[in-house]
Nanobody, 128 residues
């Protein structure tokens, strides 16, 4: 059974940076499309970013428009971990961030209902 454990959330000021980690157990991070979603109070869970192998050493990455240019994704196969590096944080980035995994062949990578495995979430709060 694949399990995901997120960490790295916290309270920061606008303009600061945070790095979220998602450790995968029970499976290899390279075999899955690894995504981050977030859910702000009173709002639906939304797609943030995804990373997946696309052949050889290349990765396919995708970001929602709100975070493009500010967030980046990386994967450490040795540590079986995916990282979401967040910079220039804004108050509207405040949410619970969830790590999710689905088999790498999944097509609809921005849809939360396509993900089989979820972490417990980590809170990110950005004060303005």
């Amino acid at each position: 059974q694949v399990q995901l454990v997120e960490s790295g959330g916290g309270l920061v000021q606008a303009g600061d940076s945070l790095r979220l980690s998602c450790v995968v157990s029970g499976g290899s991070v390279g075999d899955y499309a690894m995504a981050w979603f977030r859910q702000a109070p009173g709002k639906e869970r939304e797609f943030v970013a995804v990373i997946r192998k696309s052949g050889g050493a290349l990765n396919y990455v995708d970001f929602t428009a709100d975070v493009k240019g500010r967030f980046s994704l990386s994967r450490d196969s040795a540590k079986n971990t995916v990282y979401l590096q967040m910079t220039s944080l804004k108050s509207e980035d405040t949410a619970v961030y969830y790590c999710a995994a689905t088999p790498a062949g999944t097509v609809r990578l921005r849809a939360s209902d396509g993900y089989h495995y979820w972490g417990q979430g980590t809170q990110v709060t950005v004060s303005s």
